[in-house]
């Protein structure tokens, strides 16, 4: 007789359902208890390779932590972020803007972050930005292409303010087809070309600038409803100025706001300066 030793090995499948580990990064962070909000700011020894942000963030906030961002391995700690929407990293030694691929991504905040070029890297063509803040920089100048590679994207508010500002291309914001709201406040500008390429926009804020006239520019019809040219250099508006365009031609749903203007001579303009 024959006798067969069968061994039998059954394995059983055990399926284990996926636990999600996010959590806080409490070490160094504070989140809504949702995860949804992280704020991980004023920590100058942060170091980004041992934090583990969680997936659910929808805001996150980086601000005042000497990051730089001219690693991959710090900037894929955000660029993983599939929900990210909004970011901030005001107060770091930036320099250039990070190439960040976040496809999610609808606000970019980088004030006084050394920056001295708005120049943004291919990395952002196919973003979906819509407000960008980049103030409080040393920029100086934008030039034409600078914010090409955002052709394709909705942004539709930009602010410089505060960025020593002294010359902009006359084409520079034509790639920002969408823009609504533009703020150059408290720079060196004394022209604004740059206006008639503006189509939708509809708040321009010159604030704090050099301007000694009001400029051609509002004598041309467009959007725009709101113009600011606070504290400037103004000192007469009279027939010549682009104001009596707007009053010859009823134009009456714009604003000009002119306070704390050397005004010495202001003849009639109706009820278009404020």
């Known amino acids: 007789m024959n006798y067969f030793t069968c061994t039998i090995i059954i394995i059983v499948s055990i399926s284990i359902s996926a636990v999600s580990t996010d959590s806080c990064p409490e070490a160094q962070c504070k989140c809504s208890q949702d995860l949804t909000v992280v704020n991980c700011d004023s920590k100058p020894s942060l170091n980004l390779s041992n934090i583990e942000f969680p997936s659910e963030v929808v805001t996150l906030t980086l601000i005042n932590d000497r990051l730089k961002f001219d690693t991959s391995a710090d900037r894929s700690k955000i660029a993983n972020l599939s929900r990210l929407q909004d970011l901030s990293l005001n107060h770091n030694p930036l320099t250039i803007i990070p190439s960040f691929n976040i496809s999610s991504l609808r606000s970019l905040s980088l004030q006084d972050t050394s920056l001295t070029s708005v ?35 909705k942004t539709k508010r930009l602010h410089i303010d505060s960025a020593s500002l002294t010359t902009i291309d006359q084409n520079a914001f034509t790639p920002l087809s969408q823009l609504q709201s533009l703020s150059l406040n408290k720079n060196q500008l004394k022209s604004c070309d740059f206006l008639s390429t503006l189509r939708v926009l509809s708040s321009i804020k010159l604030d704090g600038n050099i301007f000694t006239s009001l400029p051609q520019q509002l004598s041309t019809p467009n959007d725009i409803k709101i113009f600011s040219f606070k504290n400037n250099n103004i000192s007469i508006i009279d027939e010549s100025s682009s104001l009596f365009v707007w009053q010859k031609k009823n134009w009456t749903n714009m604003r000009v706001y002119l306070e704390k203007n050397p005004l010495i001579a202001v003849s009639h303009c109706g009820s278009f300066v404020f």
């Open 119 to 153: 120049e943004f890297p291919p990395s952002y063509s196919s973003s979906i930005l819509q407000t960008v803040i980049l103030s409080d920089n040393k920029i100086r100048s934008i030039a034409s292409t600078d914010f090409a590679v955002l052709k394709n994207t």
